[in-house]
C-alpha cells in the first residue's frame, strides 16, 4: 500500500496521516502504478527522473526525482517531523517541493539527499573469498616491501625455521 495520496486536480502528492519517513524512489513507485490505474493518465506528469545508469560494474549514478509541472507535495494534518529520504528536488531547482498544510499545524520536513551523485557496490565477496585472497596469497610476493603485515608474517616463517627443534 502507498505510503501517499494523489490529487490530479490539485496537483498534489499527499503524505498518508502517520506516516513520518518515506523515499522518493518509493513515491516515483506509486505514481507510476496510479498513472496506470482508471484515468489518470490525463493529469499532467508529476515526475521525471534521472540517474540510476551504470558507469563501471559497481558504480551508478544517484536516481534524482523532480517534480514537474507545478505538482507539489503536502503532508498530514498534524504536528510532526517528516523525513523524506533520497534525492527530491522541484524541477527547475528553484522552489521547496513541499506545500504548508491546511490547518495550522507545525510539520518540520527533512530532505535527506545523497552527498555525492555517485552509489558505489562494493562487490568485495563473500567471507570465504576475502579469506582466500588473503590469507591464500603467496608470501613471496613481498620480497621487496618493507613495513607491511606481509613481510612480517614472512619475517616470522624464516626467523622460527632458525630456531633448533627440540624433543
Same mark, same amino acid.
Given at each position: 500500500?502507498?505510503?501517499?495520496?494523489?490529487?490530479?486536480?490539485?496537483? =498534489?502528492?499527499? +503524505?498518508?496521516?502517520?506516516?513520518?519517513?518515506?523515499?522518493?524512489?518509493? +513515491?516515483?513507485?506509486?505514481?507510476? &502504478?496510479?498513472?496506470? &490505474? /482508471?484515468?489518470?493518465?490525463?493529469?499532467?506528469?508529476?515526475?521525471?527522473?534521472?540517474?540510476?545508469?551504470?558507469? /563501471?560494474?559497481?558504480?551508478?549514478?544517484?536516481?534524482?526525482?523532480?517534480?514537474?509541472?507545478?505538482?507539489?507535495?503536502?503532508?498530514?494534518?498534524?504536528?510532526?517531523? =517528516?523525513?523524506?529520504?533520497?534525492?527530491?528536488?522541484?524541477?527547475?531547482?528553484?522552489?521547496?517541493?513541499?506545500?504548508?498544510?491546511?490547518?495550522?499545524?507545525?510539520? =518540520?520536513?527533512?530532505?535527506?539527499?545523497?552527498?555525492? /551523485?555517485?552509489?558505489?557496490?562494493?562487490? +568485495?565477496?563473500?567471507?570465504?573469498?576475502?579469506? &582466500?585472497?588473503?590469507?591464500?596469497? *603467496?608470501?613471496?610476493?613481498?620480497?621487496?616491501?618493507?613495513?607491511?603485515?606481509?613481510?612480517?608474517?614472512? *619475517?616470522?616463517?624464516?626467523?622460527?625455521?632458525?630456531?633448533?627443534?627440540?624433543?
Amino acid at each position: 500500500m502507498a505510503d501517499v495520496t494523489f490529487d490530479g486536480t490539485a496537483k =498534489l502528492v499527499i +503524505i498518508n496521516t502517520g506516516i513520518t519517513e518515506v523515499d522518493s524512489a518509493d +513515491i516515483y513507485s506509486w505514481w507510476k &502504478e496510479w498513472v496506470l &490505474e /482508471s484515468d489518470n493518465a490525463k493529469y499532467l506528469s508529476a515526475f521525471r527522473t534521472t540517474g540510476g545508469d551504470p558507469v /563501471s560494474a559497481q558504480v551508478r549514478i544517484s536516481a534524482y526525482f523532480f517534480l514537474t509541472n507545478g505538482w507539489k507535495m503536502r503532508s498530514w494534518e498534524g504536528n510532526h517531523t =517528516l523525513t523524506v529520504n533520497g534525492n527530491l528536488f522541484v524541477d527547475g531547482g528553484a522552489e521547496f517541493p513541499f506545500v504548508p498544510t491546511i490547518g495550522n499545524w507545525t510539520v =518540520l520536513v527533512t530532505l535527506q539527499v545523497s552527498p555525492q /551523485s555517485q552509489t558505489v557496490s562494493t562487490g +568485495i565477496g563473500t567471507a570465504e573469498e576475502v579469506k &582466500e585472497v588473503v590469507w591464500g596469497s *603467496d608470501l613471496d610476493e613481498y620480497d621487496t616491501q618493507d613495513d607491511t603485515a606481509g613481510q612480517d608474517i614472512k *619475517d616470522i616463517k624464516r626467523n622460527t625455521g632458525l630456531i633448533p627443534a627440540t624433543l
